[in-house]
């Protein structure tokens, strides 16, 4: 019987049997600070400090209005008062590594860059990924309810032919979210492009992100 | 040092599926089908296009509506099915309760024949049907959609979330099925036999 658009609902003339492999899944690693409280508001203080002395380096590409010290001040995980933050940095990034099965005994891991970003109601960050680098990270220092999630898309989001939905699946979502909590440590691959809802939340949202190479 | 493990967890985000049948009937496909494919190479030439860095016979440009030939009708229902399946299962919505089969054409690997990476536009869901595969043929390679990324890390051994590419030996008989956008190839094929497959896209 040729198949024609006529034919509906065509019936299997045999008993099949099938699998459906996951390929190429991209891995988010999610770590909640084991001391987050604690940490958080010890980083909270200096934080402030830093915002006093540091004018906003927004980059004028950025879209968006957010606070940002990623072109004045990006080494802050060398601040000795940062000194357990960026130890515990150091602990998510290897872990990660790990995970990627990455040569970490050979080479030097080790962060490049550290900034903070402050997002005031209505903030947000345009999607973007980290050139020049294996890791990307975010640790969630002050997290409000219902602030901006932290949006992951797909490296396939730009294709131009897309089927309707039925359902939304992990096959076919093109864009992931995730809702932060204080002291949440979120790592990634730096190629993987990421952007940031608008916060919603009349509360700051303070992230200090990094870049990490070997 | 602090074990972070207890305190960790991962999404897994955009896998990309490839939905792999095994038809139970593939000897009788395989005995009624390759006098018909020998039959249509006979008079069909290879339409390979010009761009292609690989060598190969492929019907594609030039004799790629097989499944409205009777001689394919059954593999072209079982195809029709599968693909049904695999378009529910990654929750496509089927305006007509139907994928239908837009494209179906002949490749014939010879000694030294391979595919270059490649996509199929125009269509929804692709798919390969093993028709003929002796041991040793070549692998079909699926690449990640991160593997054009320009910074390339050495692993230490491969796992689910470093490989950038998997290949798969062709067993005769499998369907496998996936999405249209999902950059695949074929190895050099480098034995005496041919491997011979189905190809086909479709649309919803």
């Known amino acids: 019987m040729p198949l024609t658009p006529n034919n509906r609902e065509p019936a299997s003339p045999v008993k099949i049997e099938r699998v459906v492999e996951d390929l190429f899944k991209v891995p988010i690693q999610l770590t909640r600070a084991p001391n987050s409280n604690k940490l958080c508001d010890s980083m ?111 490296y396939q989001a730009d294709t131009m032919i897309r089927p309707p939905l039925e359902r939304d699946t992990p096959y076919n979502n093109v864009v992931a979210s995730y809702s932060p909590q204080p002291g949440d440590l979120v790592i ?8 940031v809802q608008v916060n919603a939340s009349e509360g700051e949202r303070i992230s200090v992100s990094f870049n990490a190479t070997m | 040092m602090i074990d972070l493990t207890p305190h960790t967890k991962y999404l897994e985000l955009f896998p990309c599926p490839v939905q792999i049948s095994n038809v139970p009937d593939h000897n009788d496909i395989k005995k009624n089908l390759l006098p018909a494919v020998d039959l249509i190479r006979s008079s069909t030439p290879n339409s390979r296009p010009n761009e292609w ?13 097989l499944h409205m030939l009777p001689e394919f009708a059954h593999l072209s229902q079982i195809i029709a099915c599968e693909l049904i399946e695999f378009a529910k299962y990654i929750g496509v919505y089927l305006p007509n309760d139907n994928v239908f089969i837009k494209n179906m054409w002949i490749n014939v690997f010879e000694k030294n024949c391979s595919t270059d990476v490649h996509v199929n536009p125009n269509s929804l869901f692709s798919g390969i049907y093993i028709l003929k595969a002796p041991k040793g ?61 189905l190809n086909f896209t479709a649309v919803i």
Not at chain 1, 80 to 98: V, Y
Not at chain 2, 145 to 157: A, C, G, N
Not at chain 2, 186 to 194: C, K
Request: aromatic share 10%; with cysteine.
């Open chain 1, 44 to 154: 909270i203080q200096e934080l402030d400090q830093i915002r006093t002395e540091t004018p906003n380096g927004k980059p004028n590409s950025w879209a968006c209005d957010v606070y940002t010290t990623i072109s004045n001040n990006c080494n802050l995980h060398e601040r000795p008062a940062f000194r357990e933050f960026t130890d515990f940095l150091m602990e998510g990034l290897n872990k990660f590594g790990e995970t990627m099965a990455y040569p970490l005994a050979e080479n030097n891991l080790r962060i490049t860059q550290c900034w903070v970003n402050i997002y005031q109601h209505g903030m947000s960050q345009e999607i973007h990924n980290h050139a020049n680098h294996i890791m990307t990270g975010v640790y969630y220092v002050k997290a409000p309810p219902n602030c901006s999630k932290i949006l992951f898309h797909s």
């Open chain 1, 188 to 195: 990634f691959d730096s190629s993987l492009r990421h952007s």
């Open chain 2, 53 to 65: 860095a690989c060598s190969l016979y492929t019907t594609m440009e030039n004799n790629n509506e």
């Open chain 2, 137 to 197: 043929s070549a692998k079909i390679v699926f690449d990640s959609p991160s593997s054009e990324k320009m910074i390339s890390v050495p692993v230490l051994e491969d796992n689910q979330y470093n490989m950038e590419n998997v290949a798969y030996n062709p067993i005769e008989g499998q369907l496998m099925i996936f999405n249209s956008n999902f950059r695949h190839r074929d190895n050099l094929h480098t034995i005496d036999q041919s491997k011979i497959t």
